[in-house]
């Protein structure tokens, strides 16, 4: 971070010593985890990224799902989709932070036969979601979710298991609510009686025609972000260091949003952002670099590192938008009387976009020396096992 720790104060006390002391206590946390960690012998190049499996019934709207979020297919035209009939992978990697793979397992297959080894499956996982379709009989879909949670919980108790209750945007309001006290009193009803106590389960209203399922798809991903504690306490400290009522940090390629400020988050606001993102990308498409230098940006978009949008809303609130990476950006609400003092917002932006790049380096120090670990690891197996093979000759 440029400037000293003795820097001059930007609003209500040192900033920059804030944006230090939330680095360190980052450092330290990673320095435990590091020490810690050993689960990591399945990754040979020490660099680990989350699985996330999607399951649930044929038809249930997993395919769809991907397609909306991770590739921008307008939902209309996922009526035309055919149902997946095999296992699709999916490596995700729009930023530093948002990156992981995706397995969608068709509907129609029991991942519990003995055909499949179902353990190295769930061993690896991270996060399980299950969709279930909420305009069908979903009694099939309990069923289904309690022995997969269940089974993949004997294999590995780490995994995050999250229920999408899909489909939605058929139903009035009261009639949701209806449904997801439903199923989720039925879900876990099912787990206490057969004595799984300490499976826990997280319910999301999800369609893809409307905001949910970005919001619900960031609040999975999230779980996965081991620096999410760090990138919530430097949001916390450049809002009240800047007189800003609601941050959040998006993958503007995908629109999850990785991490936001400790106030509550607000669907409308939400909603808001999202609609922010899509009108700075539409409009530069139009206004922005030429379409050959697109390939060298997030996901072959115009957005680039150098991207900036402020939205006076009639409301006497402004929108503002910040890139702090080509994949990322700061989107914010602020006070008109705040946003008076736009170069102190700047000045607290700059102060948080190079805490961000420390957060960066930090973990890809880490990364680094878990790959030079793994090497040398793998470098005494070999020795070992040539020396194994020399002395026992045939």
């Known amino acids: 971070m440029s400037g000293s720790r003795n820097g001059a104060a930007a609003a209500g006390g040192n900033t920059d010593l804030d944006y230090y002391d939330a680095i360190d206590d980052y450092v330290t946390a990673m320095q435990l985890e590091d020490d810690e960690e050993e689960c990591f012998s399945h990754h040979s190049d020490g660099v680990v990224k989350p699985r996330i499996l999607v399951m649930g019934l044929r038809k249930s709207g997993k395919s769809s799902i991907q397609k909306v979020v991770f590739h921008k297919m307008s939902p209309n035209e996922t009526l035309y989709l055919e149902s997946t009939n095999r296992i699709y992978t999916e490596d995700v990697n ?88 439903d199923i989720q009193k039925r879900a876990n009803d099912d787990l206490v009686d057969g004595g799984f106590t300490k499976i826990h389960l997280s319910f999301y209203l999800t369609s893809i025609y409307d905001h949910s399922i970005f919001e619900a798809f960031s609040k999975v991903v999230q779980k996965l972000i081991p620096q999410l504690p760090t990138l919530e306490n430097l949001l916390n400290i450049f809002i009240s260091n800047s007189g800003i009522e609601k941050a959040f940090l998006f993958d503007v390629v ?48 115009p957005y680039d590192d150098e991207s900036m949008a402020i939205i006076h809303l009639n409301n006497t609130t402004v929108m503002y938008l910040k890139e702090v990476t080509k994949f990322l950006a700061v989107v914010c609400f602020v006070r008109k009387e705040s946003f008076e003092r736009k170069g102190l917002i700047d000045y607290n932006f700059h102060c948080f976009k190079q805490a961000i790049q420390e957060v960066f380096d930090v973990r890809l120090r880490v990364q680094e020396n878990r790959k030079l670990y793994f090497q040398r690891r793998w470098s005494e197996v070999s020795a070992k096992s040539n020396e194994a093979s020399g002395s026992n000759p045939r």
């Not at 932070?97 to 029991?110: A, H, N, R, T, Y």
């Not at 499956?121 to 009989?137: C, H, K, N, W």
């Not at 909603?271 to 993102?277: A, H, N, Q, S, V």
């Open 254 to 301: 995908s629109k999850i949003y990785i991490a936001t400020d400790s106030s509550p988050v607000d669907m409308a606001t939400y909603e808001l952002f999202c609609d922010m993102i899509d009108v700075v990308i539409d409009i530069s498409c139009i206004y922005g670099r030429a379409p050959h230098h697109w390939e060298d940006n997030a996901g072959g978009l």
């Open 94 to 181: 729009s930023s530093s932070f948002v990156s992981f793979q995706i397995w969608d397992l068709p509907g129609q297959i029991d991942f519990f036969d003995p055909i499949f080894d179902h353990e190295m499956i769930f061993r690896g996982t991270e996060a399980l979601i299950f969709v279930i379709d909420s305009q069908d009989d979903y009694v099939e879909a309990l069923d289904r979710l309690h022995n997969t949670v269940t089974r993949a919980y004997k294999v590995n108790p780490k995994i995050h298991f999250e229920v999408f209750i899909h489909k939605v945007d058929g139903l009035s309001d009261d009639h949701k609510i209806e449904k997801q006290q």
